[in-house]
């Protein structure tokens, strides 16, 4: 029966096709959001993931500023710096293989006549910096080798820094102006996904702070790869103790933060997921309007039908029947609204992909659930049916004498 | 736990009543009432006044009768047509259907004593435009959960009864009014009732496609079914047996 009824409302579509399509309009543009926002932003938690994983789970990551303030994408902005001394400390805490100052800077890069600015990133030059920084999947090496501390004029750049930047691949032994200093390009690093690593320069530290005319020794922020058997939560924590005793701060009033790289994700995703929690927000409360058209519809339609209740009710049809009729109908209005907002809201979710690709960022991959999916069309089917409940009580409450009498 | 016994036994004995009554030859079923409408009065309110539409009507209609209800407009012929068919309740007085007092029911147990029990045929017709012929004829069966297999064998052999079997899927808006009227006949047919209901049945029609429709019901009264037309013509009143006649809310 219900599926008689379900058959008989797709029927009545027919007639009102322009009505029918812009009451649909107002679900699909809430359902389409919401179905991209989701799946772009579950594909940015997966990239995230991704790109902490590359950073390595048994690395923690020292950056200055405390507290909440700190974070990766706060770095360079407070007051607080670290120091060659900071690598010092942390080199002895226990559990502490090995640690790396870096330095972090905007620079402007010269090549071939044109000037370009990009992300410039400098560390140590002993050998066992090298080889630490040669494992960090962002640092990885395709070609060439990084310079020695005896090289003080060399740099690497990555892969697509010419293409993106020059137009023009930079090949090894080429030369880059940066800074109005000429430095020999001796390696190339390796394909990230990142469009910020996958574009950066790297050079000695040395070289950067003679570049930028820094005589402290200011870090951006600081590698620690942990010894082998150490839990990197535990290793954090002495860090957190030496670098405490240290600086002469209380626990509370630290200018540095040490996070592991799980920290990390945690904190980063924290955030990612206040932005998804906003904008899904808003998606839900487009959602809403797009049921009150409906309810709007629903009320002209039954208005219009109040003869065709009539009928239908003096051949039989009870109130509930009535009821499932018009319910049914708006349900139906709400489900197509899902279906094209789901198709759509995929396209939209696709083509941000598409942008992020052509723009570098080839880690975002934007993730399609089926429980996203199922979840959208079942949402809007409720929200249809929901929409339609006081149109319906009221269509099945009409008396079919009069609804029979009715004339438009 | 007694009343509801007694109440047990009661619905048991009218029950057995209804079995005899349908083993009863044709000559004696002509006396079987079908419809009662007994001492029934009907007052509408328009605001603050009161218009009494039925003054104490008595109908009783036989099984197997063909009977016109004839009246001027205003006479309340609409509103006994209203009480016949089950559509409205009585404000006073007591109406049966089939021995069964239905003036206290609720909506939704009219609506399917209706679908079951009666079948109507509209002066406009009233089909449902969006719809097909056939699935107009299966709309009374969909209410009473007739299975789908069982109704499209029904609604066709319905609309080919009435020589529409080559139009079934046509919509009532593709159809001439007589065609369209004949569905509607077919639908009024689509649960077996016992009472065909037509109100005004050829009003909306020219007097030769008026005069086959009056004759399709005609051929359902020979067939058995109960018929009660509502109609201010005279020429039509005449295929009935028996013309009740209207006036100020009164059978005159």
Redesign the interface.
């Known amino acids: ?1 219900i599926l ?2 379900f058959r ?1 409302s797709i ?2 579509f ?2 009102r096709k322009l009505r029918t399509a812009l009451t649909i309009l107002g679900i699909f543009i809430g359902i389409a959001a919401v179905v991209s926002l989701i799946s772009l932003g579950q594909g940015m938690q997966n990239a995230v993931d991704e790109q902490f994983e590359m950073l390595g789970s048994n690395r923690i990551t020292v950056t200055p500023g405390g507290g909440d303030m700190s974070s990766p994408m706060t770095t360079g902005l407070v007051a607080a710096k670290l120091s060659d001394h900071d690598v010092e400390v942390i080199r002895k805490v226990k559990g502490v293989d090995h640690a790396i100052g870096v330095l972090v800077r905007t620079a402007k890069i010269e090549y071939r006549g044109k000037s370009r600015y990009t992300m410039l990133f400098a560390s140590s030059t002993d050998s066992k910096s090298i080889k630490f920084i040669e494992n960090i999947d962002y640092f990885m090496l395709e070609e060439g080798r990084y310079p020695k501390e005896s090289e003080k004029y060399k740099a690497s750049v990555a892969i697509d820094t010419g293409n993106s930047l020059f137009d023009r691949e930079i090949k090894r032994g080429e030369k880059i102006t940066v800074n109005d200093r000429n430095l020999e390009v001796i390696a190339i690093t390796k394909k990230t996904g990142n469009p910020v690593h996958d574009t950066k320069v790297t050079v000695p530290l040395d070289t950067a702070r003679d570049l930028f005319g820094i005589e402290d020794e200011e870090l951006s922020l600081i590698f620690v790869e942990t010894s082998a058997g150490f839990m990197p939560a535990d290793v954090a924590e002495n860090i957190e103790d030496a670098l405490r005793k240290d600086h002469r701060v209380k626990i509370g009033e630290e200018d540095f933060t040490v996070a592991t790289a799980e920290q990390l994700i945690a904190s980063f995703k924290g955030m990612l997921g206040m932005v998804q929690v906003f904008l899904v927000g808003i998606a839900f409360i487009s959602l809403l309007v797009g049921g009150v058209g409906i309810m709007n519809t629903m009320y002209t339609s039954v208005l219009e039908r109040t ?2 209740i ?12 009535v009821m499932a009729i018009f319910v049914i109908e708006s349900g139906l209005l709400g489900l197509v609204g899902g279906v094209v907002g789901v198709v759509m809201g995929y396209a939209i979710g696709k083509a941000a992909e598409m942008i992020a690709v052509a723009s570098g960022v080839t880690i975002l991959k934007v993730f399609y659930s089926a429980e996203l999916i199922i979840g959208a069309l079942l949402f809007s089917f409720v929200i249809g049916s929901l929409s339609g409940m006081f149109p319906a009580i009221e269509a099945s409450r009409k ?3 009069d609804s ?1 009498r009715y004339r438009r | 736990m007694i009343l509801y016994e007694n109440h047990g036994i009661y619905e048991l004995l009218d029950d057995s009543k209804l079995f005899i009554v349908s083993d009863i030859g044709d000559a004696m079923k002509k006396k079987i009432p079908v419809i009662e409408v007994r001492n029934v009065e009907k007052i509408y309110k328009m605001g603050d006044v009161e218009v009494p539409a039925l003054d104490g009507v008595d109908i009783v209609i036989n099984r197997g009768e063909f009977v016109a209800i004839m009246g001027p407009s205003g006479s309340g012929k609409s509103t006994a047509m ?1 009480m016949v ?1 089950c ?2 309740v009585p404000t006073k007085g007591k109406v049966f259907l089939d021995g069964h007092d239905i003036s206290q029911l609720g ?2 147990e009219l ?2 004593i ?3 029990k009666i079948g ?1 045929i ?1 002066q406009t017709f ?6 097909s012929a056939i ?1 107009n004829v299966e ?2 069966m ?4 007739v299975s ?1 297999d069982e109704r499209m064998e029904i609604a066709k052999k319905l609309l080919s009864l009435v020589d529409l079997g080559d139009r079934m899927e046509h919509k009532p808006t593709e159809m001439s009014g007589g065609q369209q009227q004949r569905v509607a006949v077919a ?1 009024a047919l ?2 077996d009732p016992e009472v065909i209901l037509a109100d005004e049945p050829t009003g909306n029609l020219d007097s030769r496609t008026g005069e086959e429709i009056i004759g399709l019901i005609g051929k359902l009264h020979k067939e058995g079914k109960t018929i009660i037309m509502v109609t201010h013509d005279e020429d039509i009143a005449k295929h009935a047996q028996r013309i009740i006649r209207l006036k100020d809310g009164k059978v005159v």
């Open positions: 029966m008689d009824y008989f029927s009545t027919g007639g003869r065709e009539g009928i239908m009710k003096s051949i039989g049809a009870r109130n509930i029947d008396n079919p004498v029979l | 209203n068919g559509l409205d909506e939704s609506a399917q209706r679908g079951k109507f509209f009233n089909l449902i435009n969006s719809i699935e709309l009374p969909i209410f009473q959960g789908k639908r689509a649960n």
